[in-house]
């Protein structure tokens, strides 16, 4: 017969073996987000402090553009980057809304770069400016995955080449999906075949030329398709797609 002692002395070896298993766990997440990290090119992340109309804070958990000339803005942007990419990276595409629209831009800095492991609620980055009325959440790649789950914390949801878990299709929410045409990675044909989880009111924006590493200021992208549009055109179409967009959510 199995003593209580033996019970004992198993039980306390499956416990450590499954603390064991979810530290090792941790460590390979740890050790797998600090490796192929895609960083922000110096000179877009330059152009956005040297530039005027643009107020930059660099947090812990986020980096802010504000516009330069004004203490509050009728609307923001809540951003979640791409899996492992430097916030910095999306400076330059998210500074004509700022810029030109009066918005001010929170790119979160994820926990572990990863944006779908990171739990903290939207009200973390919008405090960064308490004044703002309206607020849109948005990310790129993983982190538009993310951004969808926040959705329902939002006024508005923006995707870069990204497309939907969650069925939001019952949302009234308003959406606005730039995707690329030459995505290798959140691919035309994905786009699409997750449209019906958006609402039947939703933009959708393929822009020509496009890939996935178009949306960010990092590099060539292992598995993307091969680019045929140059930053400043594609900074200009960003640009002009979110005014519009954020317009609409002003006025509702």
């Known amino acids: 017969m199995t003593s209580i002692r033996t019970v004992r002395r198993w039980a306390i070896r499956v416990v450590a073996g499954v603390l064991a298993l979810c530290v090792l766990a941790v460590l390979g997440l740890v050790i797998r987000a600090k490796s192929g990290v895609m960083h922000a090119e110096s000179e877009a992340w330059e152009s956005v402090l040297t530039d005027p109309t643009i107020t930059v804070e660099e947090h812990a958990d986020a980096v802010v553009l504000h516009p330069a000339e004004e203490t509050t803005t009728s609307i923001g942007l809540v951003f979640y980057p791409g899996a492992k990419v430097d916030a910095a990276a999306y400076a330059r595409r998210l500074s004509g809304i700022v810029a ?55 006024d508005a949801l923006v995707l870069f ?24 990675l959140s691919t035309p044909q994905k786009v699409t075949d997750a449209r019906e989880k958006l609402p ?33 055109q594609m900074n200009s179409t960003v640009t002009a797609e979110l005014l519009d967009f954020a317009e609409g959510v002003r006025s509702e």
């Open 100 to 154: 030109e629209g009066s918005a001010t831009v929170v790119i979160v800095k994820p926990w572990l770069r990863l944006a779908i492991v990171d739990p903290r609620g939207l009200s973390v980055f919008t405090d960064y400016s308490p004044g703002t009325e309206s607020w849109m959440v948005g990310g790129h790649s993983m982190g538009g995955v993310r951004a969808c789950s926040a959705a329902g914390e939002a």
């Open 200 to 232: 039947d009111s939703a933009r959708m924006v393929e822009i020509p030329g496009a890939n996935h590493a178009s949306f960010g200021d990092y590099g060539a992208q292992k598995g993307d398709g091969s680019p045929r549009i140059g930053d400043d």
């Open 161 to 184: 080449g990204s497309y939907c878990a969650a069925d939001l299709s019952d949302d009234p929410i308003p959406v606005l999906s730039l995707s690329g045409s030459e995505d290798g």
